[in-house]
């Protein structure tokens, strides 16, 4: 899964560094990714991953980072 | 009994005493924000703790309106200097620094200015060309093409720039700098349609200070939990003042009328109440607005959130169409005296201020970020929360 969104973040994330050399935990923010490119990612990874985010998770935090994408997908495939 | 309220009467007849002068000659409303440092409304909203007001902001919404009605540069001057303040209470908490300034600007009743948009990236302030070069305790920055309200007569600035030389345009930060660590270049002056009075002029802006004077939060959650929030609902509440009174101008036309025509209403009188329910339209939709707001301040997730930023965004985008339809149809109602400038029916300065509405962060490029964002956000189908 993590090879998938890092996949999507360097289709979408418009970020100024490749995905394979950013950590799970660090700051996708602070390489770049905009509310623009967020809204992006987040209808990439709905189509991948075949989930639909609620608007709870439509928050800074839940695309802060590889890992707490990962999370998001997670909960969304186990409540599914 | 509203203290601060009260305190803003006699600044508010001070505002509207010199509104004119201060709207024919584009000059600093020097007397209105003299009435408020006496009245000490320019830390209205700082804790009590840090020697404040402590109100909330809907006191300096309140506040906002009232001086709308009688100053639009006045009002809109107050309330930006109100949304800086709010970064310095939402961000500089736990910070020696701006914990120490806020202090000061109730103490020494601190005019604080802001320098966000930029040459080059226009009303898209998400983006920064300028950045903070550190040079190891301080840092230096150069902003060109700022167009800063009111900037000579700052005590304070509050900058954005990209976190270094390195950053990509979106990861930025924020500081403060004090008059006596920036120089400003006037590069355009301020001869401009309305909102004469906030001089809001071009300039270069080149500062040096203390790291510690960058606030410790990303710009980014500075814009989403205070800026944002706070600059749409206090810009929207001035407007509401501008609008309001254009439309209390038309219904005194109608009534005068109405006595000299006891036999049948004159044809405004129908384009009046047809203007009061966009009234209470816009006013039900900043008062909403702030309720929004207080609830989410207690939530950051909340406050992060797309769906409140779209609502924020909405209210500005509704607040600045429906103050020029509103004055439209007071223009309407009173006719040539309404279109003269020398009648107690005159709606032209209220017209010529409102219409900066549309343009502070332009509502074409507000409604191309909520076309992006509502490809994700849901529409929200119930009527209560
Ligand atoms: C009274 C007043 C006071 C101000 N005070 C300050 C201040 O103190 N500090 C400060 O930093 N700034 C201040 N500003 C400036 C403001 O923040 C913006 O920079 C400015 O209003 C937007 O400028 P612009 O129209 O030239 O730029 P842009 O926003 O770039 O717009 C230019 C044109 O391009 C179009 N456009 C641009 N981008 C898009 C897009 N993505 N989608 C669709 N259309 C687009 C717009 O419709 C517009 O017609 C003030 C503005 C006003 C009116």
């Known amino acids: 899964m993590l090879d998938t969104i890092r996949r999507l973040v360097d289709e979408q994330g418009r970020l100024a560094v490749a995905a394979e050399t950013i950590g799970d935990n660090a700051d996708l923010y602070a390489t770049g990714l905009t509310s623009f490119a967020a809204v992006q990612l987040m209808l990439a990874l709905e189509e991948t991953f075949d989930v639909e985010f609620p608007d709870r998770m439509l928050n800074r935090r839940s695309f802060s980072s590889i890992a707490s994408i990962a999370g998001c997908l997670h909960e969304l495939k186990e409540a599914a | ?385």
């Open chain 2, 1 to 385: 009994m509203n203290a601060p309220l009260d305190r803003g009467a006699n600044v508010v007849a001070t505002a509207a005493r010199h509104a004119d002068d201060v709207d024919r000659n584009g000059r600093f409303p020097i007397e209105a924000f003299q009435a408020l440092k006496d009245a000490r409304l320019l830390s209205l909203l700082i804790p009590i703790e840090f020697g404040g007001g402590g109100a909330p902001l809907s006191d300096v919404a309140e506040i906002c309106t009232s001086l709308g009605q009688q100053c639009a540069s006045t009002a809109m001057i107050f309330a930006m200097h109100q949304i800086k303040v709010s970064s310095l209470i939402a961000h500089g908490r736990g910070s020696a620094w701006h914990e120490s300034f806020m202090r000061r600007v109730a103490d020494e009743q601190l005019l604080l200015g802001s320098a966000t948009t930029e040459g080059g990236v226009g009303g898209n302030m998400r983006n920064s060309i300028c950045a903070f070069e550190r040079d190891g305790a301080t840092f230096r920055i150069a902003k060109e093409g700022a167009l800063i309200s009111y900037g000579a007569y700052s005590d304070a600035i509050l900058i954005t720039a990209r976190r270094s030389a390195d950053a990509p345009p979106s990861d930025q930060l924020m500081a403060v700098l004090e008059k006596s660590q920036y120089r400003l270049d006037r590069t355009g002056g301020w001869d401009a349609l309305g909102m004469r009075g906030t001089c809001s002029e071009g300039f270069t802006f080149s500062g040096e200070a203390p790291i510690e004077q960058i606030f410790t939060h990303d710009f980014a959650e500075i814009a989403s939990e205070s800026m944002l929030a706070t600059a749409h609902l206090l810009w929207s509440a001035v407007w509401y003042g501008v609008a309001s009174d254009a439309l209390s101008r038309a219904q005194s036309f109608v009534r005068k009328d109405a006595r000299r025509h006891p036999n049948g209403p004159a044809p405004g009188a129908l384009r009046l109440a047809e203007a009061t329910s966009k009234l209470q339209l816009m006013r039900s939709n900043i008062v909403e607005g702030l309720k929004r707001f207080a609830k989410a301040q207690q939530n950051a997730d909340d406050l992060n959130s797309m769906s409140f930023a779209v609502a924020m965004n909405n209210i500005k985008i509704g607040s600045s169409q429906l103050s020029i339809e509103i004055i439209n149809h007071a223009l309407l109602i009173a006719g040539i005296a309404g279109y003269k400038n020398d009648t107690p029916f005159s709606v032209g300065r209220h017209m010529r201020d409102a219409l900066s509405a549309q343009v502070m962060i332009s509502n074409d490029r507000i409604f191309t970020n909520l076309s992006n964002l509502l490809l994700a956000q849901r529409i929200d189908q119930r009527l209560g929360d």
